[in-house]
């Protein structure tokens, strides 16, 4: 069993930065690749960043340059540093951990999801 717990959300300005975490606990994590989803009401879950157990990395162009996905596997966490951010940056965030097949940034590459965690940035 995998568990997923975000934080670090929050309130931000445009322009400012935020530095997500996601908290991983169960087995056979360093196996997996891990991403980023975001997802505001009414529209489907769009993959941000990802990153696979050889560390490779994975961006949405929406977000590329702005955004840094890194994992501390000692620590079983998962962090997510965005830079410069803008209005349409305002989401639920939420964390993933699966086998990574196909594209990356696809939810169906990923099993276990966390609950989320808002970020709003205002202009």
């Known amino acids: 069993q995998v568990q997923l717990v975000e934080s670090g959300g929050g309130s931000v300005q445009s322009g400012g930065s935020l530095s997500l975490s996601c908290a991983a606990s169960?087995?056979?994590?360093?196996?997996?690749?891990m991403a980023w989803f975001r997802q505001v009401p009414g529209k489907e879950r769009e993959g941000v960043a990802a990153?696979?157990?050889?560390?490779?990395?994975s961006y949405a162009d929406s977000v590329k340059g702005r955004a840094t996905i890194s994992i501390d596997n000692a620590e079983n966490t998962l962090y997510l540093q965005m830079n410069s951010l803008k209005p349409e940056d305002s989401s639920m965030y939420y964390c993933?951990?699966?086998w990574g097949l196909g594209s990356a940034l696809s939810e169906d590459a990923y099993v276990h999801w966390g609950q989320g965690t808002q970020v709003t940035v205002s202009s």
């Open positions: 993933a951990a699966g």
């Open positions: 169960g087995d056979g994590l360093v196996r997996y690749s």
């Open positions: 990153i696979d157990s050889g560390d490779s990395t």
